[in-house]
């Protein structure tokens, strides 16, 4: 059974926000941080909560820490010493593998978050602009009174028109293939594959490996806890647009290439069941748009090219080990909406997204690295993931077509990295905890 009263909301639950704010915050002194978590996870819902009360609240609060985090809070050596290397090291010291490199490098991030001072993450998501700007004023003045806590940046989170469904600013369909955890009663949709064991995204369950192992000490800091991948990504929409007119004549054309890049027309119809055009009745059916698999649907990549960002982040029956590689995404877009018919305005805008597993080297490194940034996945020789891979200008993508298939040379970065870090997300009760660490010492 999984103990939801103990698991903060974000891991099992989506709430109907609009919008939100992350503050990612430092603390100068042990007591000061702790002083602060004391009153924030007052705020903070475990799942059980949110499932109950869903429809009437109206802002929903996630606390998490990085490494350096949980020592400023007061956490002691041992403790701190189990944890996992990846996380000890911080996403920055993992650069290179995870292809922040040249301009995606973390010395070119913004709002602090390549420091060592990055301690916690408050996350914030609102039914609109009103509570979150109640829930800012209350925030202020909780830093305020706590002596030595800093906010060294804020980000504030839109949800981009239409609001009928989740989109990017790229105008692509989001949360459409997430995989369904055992014991949550959920039913998974035809395509989504068996619930996985608790263990893949929570820590003190068994996995698809079979019983937990090596968790952080003390148990009560590490059960139901988990590991956040956080990755702000800056989307180049008129770069993006600039590069469907010039790859396609008509609207037609432009659509499909955007499509072929993605894997899914932007209304989420997947081209394996929709190869020629575009089918929104499928793309909103949750119960037919993943309903489909590569290696006896489409095995050389003439529906859905071989290189494309759903084929890499979730290779379904092409992949050995799946089910120790599914992860949980969360998060918004940030920045106003860029209106389809005007020119590039250089207001930043992208999407602020939090990748949740229980190891981030087996699930979000491995993704970043094998998936999204090896040149040669599938024996492409000289790609990278078309949305979210490391591009610079020098890369290839080639769409299969019989009797020739299409070689675009040159492809350009659409999204840019401009910043990330990696967080514990504690459960409730480790909350309390490390609240009252210097009760505990």
Same mark, same amino acid.
């Given at each position: 059974?999984?103990?939801?009263?103990?698991?903060?909301?974000?891991?099992?639950?989506?709430?109907?926000?609009?919008? /939100?704010?992350?503050?990612?915050?430092?603390?100068?002194?042990?007591?000061?941080?702790?002083?602060?978590?004391?009153?924030?996870?007052?705020? =903070?819902?475990? =799942?059980?909560?949110?499932?109950?009360?869903?429809?009437?609240?109206?802002?929903?609060?996630?606390?998490?820490?990085?490494?350096?985090?949980?020592?400023?809070?007061?956490?002691?050596?041992?403790?701190?010493?189990?944890?996992?290397?990846?996380?000890?090291?911080?996403?920055? =010291?993992?650069?290179?593998?995870? /292809?922040?490199? /040249?301009?995606?490098?973390?010395?070119?991030?913004?709002?602090?978050?390549?420091?060592?001072?990055?301690?916690?993450?408050?996350?914030?998501?609102?039914?609109?602009?009103?509570?979150?700007?109640?829930?800012? +004023?209350?925030?202020?003045?909780?830093?305020?009174?706590?002596?030595?806590?800093?906010?060294?940046?804020?980000?504030?989170?839109?949800?981009?028109? #239409? !609001?009928?469904?989740?989109?990017?600013?790229?105008?692509?369909?989001?949360?459409?293939?997430? $995989?369904?955890?055992?014991?949550? %009663?959920?039913? #998974?949709?035809?395509?989504?594959?068996?619930?996985?064991? $608790?263990?893949?995204?929570? @820590? /003190?369950?068994?996995?698809?490996?079979?019983?937990?192992?090596?968790?952080?000490?003390?148990?009560?800091?590490?059960?139901?806890?988990?590991?956040?991948?956080?990755?702000?990504?800056?989307?180049?929409?008129?770069? !993006?647009?600039? !590069?469907?007119?010039?790859?396609?004549?008509?609207?037609?054309?432009?659509?499909?290439?955007?499509?072929?890049?993605?894997?899914?027309?932007?209304?989420?119809? #997947? @081209?394996?069941?929709?190869?020629?055009?575009?089918?929104?009745?499928?793309?909103?059916?949750?119960?037919?748009?993943?309903?489909?698999?590569?290696?006896?649907?489409?095995?050389?990549?003439?529906?859905?090219?071989?290189?494309?960002?759903?084929?890499?982040?979730?290779?379904?029956?092409? =992949?050995?080990? +799946?089910?120790?590689?599914?992860? +949980?995404?969360?998060?918004?877009?940030?920045?106003?909406?860029?209106?389809?018919?005007?020119?590039?305005?250089?207001?930043?805008?992208?999407?602020?997204? !939090?990748? +949740?597993?229980?190891?981030?080297?087996?699930?979000?490194?491995?993704?970043?690295?094998?998936?999204?940034?090896?040149?040669?996945?599938?024996?492409?020789?000289?790609?990278?993931?078309?949305?979210?891979?490391?591009?610079? %200008?020098?890369?290839?993508?080639?769409?299969?077509?019989?009797?020739?298939?299409?070689?675009?040379? %040159?492809?350009?970065?659409?999204?840019?990295?401009?910043?990330?870090?990696?967080?514990?997300? $504690?459960?409730?009760?480790?909350?309390?905890?490390?609240?009252?660490?210097?009760?505990?010492?």
């Amino acid at each position: 059974m999984l103990e939801n009263e103990d698991i903060q909301h974000i891991l099992l639950t989506r709430t109907p926000a609009l919008t /939100g704010r992350y503050e990612f915050l430092s603390f100068r002194n042990a007591a000061g941080g702790r002083a602060w978590l004391s009153a924030i996870r007052e705020k =903070a819902q475990s =799942a059980a909560e949110v499932m109950a009360s869903v429809e009437k609240d109206k802002r929903w609060v996630t606390v998490a820490f990085t490494w350096n985090g949980l020592r400023a809070l007061g956490a002691d050596e041992g403790s701190l010493a189990t944890f996992p290397e990846e996380f000890k090291q911080g996403m920055v =010291a993992r650069a290179e593998m995870l /292809g922040d490199t /040249g301009e995606y490098h973390p010395d070119n991030w913004v709002g602090g978050l390549a420091s060592p001072d990055l301690h916690a993450i408050a996350i914030l998501f609102a039914r609109d602009a009103a509570e979150r700007d109640r829930c800012q +004023i209350e925030h202020d003045k909780l830093v305020a009174q706590c002596q030595g806590v800093e906010v060294l940046s804020t980000l504030d989170l839109e949800a981009t028109p #239409p !609001f009928e469904y989740a989109h990017d600013h790229f105008g692509y369909r989001d949360r459409l293939s997430q $995989p369904v955890i055992e014991g949550t %009663g959920e039913v #998974p949709t035809p395509g989504t594959g068996a619930p996985l064991k $608790p263990g893949e995204f929570i @820590l /003190g369950y068994p996995d698809e490996d079979g019983p937990p192992s090596n968790l952080p000490q003390p148990e009560i800091l590490s059960r139901n806890g988990s590991y956040m991948a956080y990755r702000r990504l800056q989307e180049h929409v008129g770069r !993006f647009r600039d !590069f469907l007119r010039e790859h396609g004549k008509t609207h037609e054309e432009q659509e499909l290439i955007a499509a072929k890049l993605m894997g899914r027309w932007r209304s989420g119809a #997947p @081209l394996t069941l929709a190869p020629e055009k575009d089918d929104p009745a499928l793309g909103a059916d949750l119960q037919r748009n993943n309903d489909f698999n590569y290696k006896e649907m489409d095995p050389h990549g003439y529906a859905v090219p071989l290189g494309s960002h759903m084929r890499r982040m979730n290779p379904r029956d092409t =992949a050995a080990n +799946i089910n120790r590689r599914r992860m +949980i995404r969360r998060g918004a877009t940030y920045g106003p909406h860029l209106p389809e018919e005007t020119p590039e305005d250089g207001v930043e805008r992208g999407i602020a997204a !939090f990748v +949740i597993c229980a190891s981030l080297i087996r699930q979000f490194e491995f993704a970043q690295n094998v998936w999204a940034n090896d040149r040669n996945f599938h024996e492409l020789g000289n790609e990278r993931d078309p949305i979210i891979g490391a591009q610079d %200008g020098t890369l290839e993508y080639k769409i299969p077509k019989r009797p020739i298939r299409k070689k675009i040379a %040159g492809l350009p970065a659409f999204t840019t990295v401009r910043g990330g870090a990696y967080f514990f997300l $504690p459960g409730i009760k480790a909350l309390r905890y490390l609240a009252t660490l210097d009760d505990v010492h």
